[in-house]
């Protein structure tokens, strides 16, 4: 597992949230993991924006971790794997609504997409693999 740099972490926030979604997919696609955030009972960290409830995502723990200091305290990162994701957690976004919240920075949100696009794009990615 490749250890991101500060460098990294500050250049990739200063991109546009396309742009942290496109790194995201290619990141997941190479690492096969990702990471959300879950309150201390169990539940996912889902926040609402005009309406649309949101799951959050992120490529690397360390952008989750600069995410968790802006949220509720008391949040922890879970890690996921791409499996994990395409088994469980692709049915429960979709059954609840919810659209994803990819790669936001600090109280900003990232981009967000649903999760039909959301497949769609990382299956694209995924035959380049």
Avoid: C
């Amino acid at each position: 597992m490749v250890k991101i740099t500060e460098k990294e972490i500050e250049a990739v926030s200063a991109l546009a949230p396309y742009e942290r979604y496109k790194y995201f997919i290619k990141r997941v696609a190479d690492t096969e993991l990702m990471y959300s955030l879950k309150s201390p009972d169990g539940n996912w960290a889902i926040s609402e924006v005009e309406a649309s409830k949101l799951f959050p995502l992120w490529s690397a723990k360390e952008f989750a971790e600069q995410s968790k200091t802006v949220w509720l305290v008391g949040l922890y990162i879970e890690e996921i794997t791409l499996e994990t994701f395409e088994d469980e957690l692709l049915e429960f976004v979709h059954s609840q609504g919810y659209l994803l919240n990819v790669f936001a920075v600090g109280q900003n949100t990232g981009f967000v997409v649903d999760i039909v696009e959301f497949a769609k794009d990382s299956s694209e990615e995924m035959k380049n693999y």
